[in-house]
């Protein structure tokens, strides 16, 4: 008897863990691909006739960088994240714009921005973001946003009428407002919670396709302390990250970097990560996307973002960057160090010679006139046509 009971215990207790197995195996998932979808009523018509005229002038804009090479590699690796069969039918449009940001359409147009492939280390981080906007478009969440804004702003709007007809025929406490705070804070939260299953189902690409899933919650990361550095460089208070904004859209970065996290840790992990083939892809453009990202006038954000591109070394581009960062806030310390990223830069590229100007340059502001005019006339001997050849000389006295 009691070898029995023994028996059954084990056998509840095999059994409670097989199930859940199972269930972490289902959470996780990827569902099966239905085929190419096409609108299936009015609404959704209406909402893919928009974004077909988003996508055209998208399509025409002279922001889309068309480099074939680099295309290519961005659709490669979305490929290998959602499988061919998923990705055939999306169209990827990559946007010259120094912000962290992707976004995928309705009808299944893709925009990457160039912000986000200057701060992803890896094609495991950069599969992640694309997996999420991919899995937005799996789940249709544009669609229900949609209907949902659409029922909820009817709701508010009624709300308004009833409650100003209430004032004016006096019956009392006017419900209006009340009623729009619930109504659209219940569509904020439906966007989050969307944000938040994208997460999951991203997730899943990421770890099926045998990528190194603690990726993703490196990127938020990133992200959140590049916001910290932004703000303590311009006075104010480090972003809060423990507590949702009422009219927010997403989760905090915090809660999906933590989330993200949680996940990694219950999945079993792929040992891919692909950072050198990431640095290989992005060395023609680094130096682009950088000189973007400077235009930006974010110190604090800019010189954690180099730092942080720099974890496996720095290289010739992203030293003569922080050099012209810190040349062009100019405090007298900062003339100093940049004077140093340039000397170094060179050492490591030799070729890179827009290095030689900004050393000038800063020796010059910085009153180091003998040393600084060596520098700009090494700069104009290996570039005579250049731009600013006439403006350079004449500050040499040549």
């Known amino acids: 008897m009691i070898a029995l009971r023994a028996f059954i215990a084990a056998f509840c207790v095999f059994s409670s863990i097989t199930a859940s197995a199972q269930a972490q195996d289902d959470e996780f998932k990827v569902p099966t691909y239905e085929g190419v979808y096409q609108p299936q009523d009015r609404d959704e018509r209406g ?27 961005v659709r490669s690796l979305f490929c290998r994240t959602v499988g061919q069969d998923r990705c055939q039918n999306v169209r990827i449009y990559i946007v010259r714009a120094p912000a962290f940001n992707a976004s995928m359409m309705p009808n299944g ?5 160039s912000g986000l492939l200057l701060r992803m280390r890896s094609e495991a981080e950069l599969a992640s973001v694309l997996g999420h906007e991919f899995a937005h478009f799996e789940l249709r969440h544009s669609l229900n946003s949609y209907r949902r804004s659409r029922t909820g702003t009817d709701i508010a709007a009624w709300a308004m009428v009833i409650g100003a007809a209430a004032v004016n025929y006096g019956t009392g406490y006017n419900h209006s407002r009340d009623t729009r705070l619930a109504v659209y804070g219940g569509i904020y939260n439906f966007r989050r919670n969307q944000e938040r299953s994208a997460d999951i189902l991203g997730f899943s690409y990421l770890a099926e396709s045998g990528f190194e899933v603690s990726a993703a919650a490196d990127v938020w990361r990133g992200v959140m302390n590049e916001s910290d550095h932004t703000a303590t460089d311009r006075g104010r208070r480090s972003g809060r990250y423990e507590a949702v904004a009422f009219f927010a859209s997403h989760p905090t970065n915090l809660e999906r970097a933590d989330t993200l996290a949680a996940l990694a840790n219950r999945v079993p992990s792929g040992d891919y990560r692909g950072s050198a083939s990431y640095r290989s892809a992005m060395e023609d453009w680094i130096p682009q996307f950088l000189d973007d990202e400077l235009a930006l006038n974010d110190f604090g954000g800019t010189d954690y973002l180099i730092s942080r591109l720099a974890n496996d070394g720095y290289t010739g581009d992203l030293l003569f960057a922080r050099g012209e960062l810190y040349r062009g806030r100019g405090h007298p310390r900062d003339l100093v160090n940049a004077a140093e990223f340039y000397r170094d830069a060179l050492e490591l590229a030799p070729d890179r010679v827009e290095s030689w100007r900004g050393l000038g340059l800063a020796l010059m502001r910085n009153n180091e006139v003998a040393q600084g005019t060596d520098a700009l006339r090494t700069y104009m001997e290996l570039m005579p046509e250049a731009h600013d050849a006439a403006m350079l000389r004449m500050m040499i006295g040549d």
Request: charged share 40%.
């Open 109 to 113: 147009a893709m925009r990457v921005y």
């Open 47 to 73: 909402l893919w006739a928009m974004a077909d005229e988003d996508e055209r002038i998208l399509r025409d804009s002279d922001r889309v960088i068309r480099d074939p090479v680099l295309n290519d590699y």
